[in-house]
């Protein structure tokens, strides 16, 4: 967004601080034509291969599904959307802001971004409601929860992420800067106040409740993951499955601090400075922070597919097992593999490197 930021209250004169106006402050952004290729780039190569992979084993390997594995199926989905849209984003950032595909495509692809953040926050979360149930009140979730009721969540998900998105179609637009088409991750500076009131309303619906839901669920998780072994129920017991539970807290946690939380508290410094005006200095500083977390908003779709590594059911064994089988199913079919076949009248025929059959054993 390198453009002079226009204040609607400066024009209609209604700016309380006479005298003043951000009117001519340009932000100094040459800094996002390097960060943003190179990052997204290797986003999109990461994310592209181990979203490949996961998806890969869901659909061929992992049958039937679990509920845990629906949730997981959807999540790599998501994953998988995004960086398909990445590499129109790594041409406009190298070409400098230059924008050639059209206001359709700008929109779609601003679009999946957000889809893209707020699916995998509501997935996150289901997933950390489901293991907590697990957790808690392992008997009742083993008879109530089906893959069903998982399926009809995630389509729940999908439709509230959609919904909720619309009206950021309506507003995402292009703009013409001397030659160059600007595709503008917000919208225009008329309509910057507006947008800024939908975008926030948005953010403290998807991301800080089921943020505020996994706070809860992780405290619940921790102390009944820290009781006494005797204390625990009988499915608790198995080391492998507080092992995971551990293991999807860490990982749930760091996509989190890494990813959303970063992003959303510098996007909202951000849209705050804009829309009260500030210094054009305080401007830079807040817009650089805010593009430095843009694109680790997007490495969440290279640290999903750890969580499912690591607290998937059976994945990592499944995995292991598929890529052994495809690697001896190499060998076999290989020159070097010579097999010995007994002879007809039923001696088998020895032969060691190096060795002459002639001499004795």
């Excluded at 509230?160 to 595709?183: E, H, K, M, Y």
């Excluded at 943020?211 to 198995?238: D, E, K, N, T």
């Excluded at 430095?292 to 607290?311: E, G, K």
Aim: overall charge positive; aromatic content about 12%.
């Amino acid at each position: 967004m390198d453009f002079a930021i226009r204040s609607q209250r400066n024009q209609s004169g209604l700016n309380p601080r006479a005298g003043y106006s951000n009117d001519s402050c340009r932000f100094e952004e040459d800094f996002k034509y390097i960060l943003l290729p190179v990052s997204y780039s290797l986003v999109c190569v990461l994310g592209l291969l181990l979203n490949s992979v996961a998806m890969w084993m869901f659909l061929t390997k992992m049958r039937p599904w679990n509920t845990s594995t629906v949730y997981m199926f959807h999540l790599a989905l998501s994953d998988f959307l995004y960086v398909l849209s990445l590499p129109t984003l790594i041409y406009y950032y190298a070409n400098r802001s230059h924008w050639p595909f059209g206001e359709a495509a700008c929109k779609i692809v601003r679009f999946m971004f957000y889809a893209n953040l707020y699916c995998s926050i509501l997935f996150l979360t289901c997933i950390s409601v489901h293991r907590y149930l697990g957790i808690c009140h392992t008997i009742r979730t083993l008879a109530s929860v089906k893959p069903r009721h998982a399926h009809i969540v995630c389509a729940t998900v999908w439709a509230a992420v959609a919904i909720c998105l619309v009206p950021n179609l309506v507003f995402v637009t292009t703009s013409q800067r001397g030659n160059d088409t600007l595709c503008h991750d917000t919208t225009s500076p008329e309509q910057f106040e507006e947008y800024v009131d939908y975008s926030s309303a948005v953010m403290a619906l998807l991301f800080g409740v089921p943020f505020a839901v996994i706070v809860v669920c992780y405290c619940l998780m921790a102390r009944a993951l820290c009781r006494p072994r005797q204390a625990l129920s009988p499915g608790q017991h198995r080391s492998s499955s507080r092992a995971k539970s551990i293991k999807l807290i860490v990982v749930v946690l760091l996509v989190f601090a890494v990813c959303f939380v970063p992003f959303h508290v510098t996007r909202t410094l951000y849209y705050t400075a804009r829309v009260l005006d500030a210094r054009c200095t305080l401007l830079n500083v807040v817009n650089f922070a805010y593009k430095i977390t843009r694109p680790l908003a997007s490495v969440n779709s290279c640290i999903d597919p750890i969580l499912y590594f690591l607290a998937g059911d059976h994945y990592r064994s499944k995995l292991f097992k598929a890529l052994t089988k495809k690697r001896q199913s190499t060998s076999t079919h290989s020159p070097a593999y010579l097999p010995t076949r007994p002879n007809n009248n039923h001696e088998i025929a020895l032969v060691c490197k190096g060795t002459d059959p002639k001499k004795p054993q």
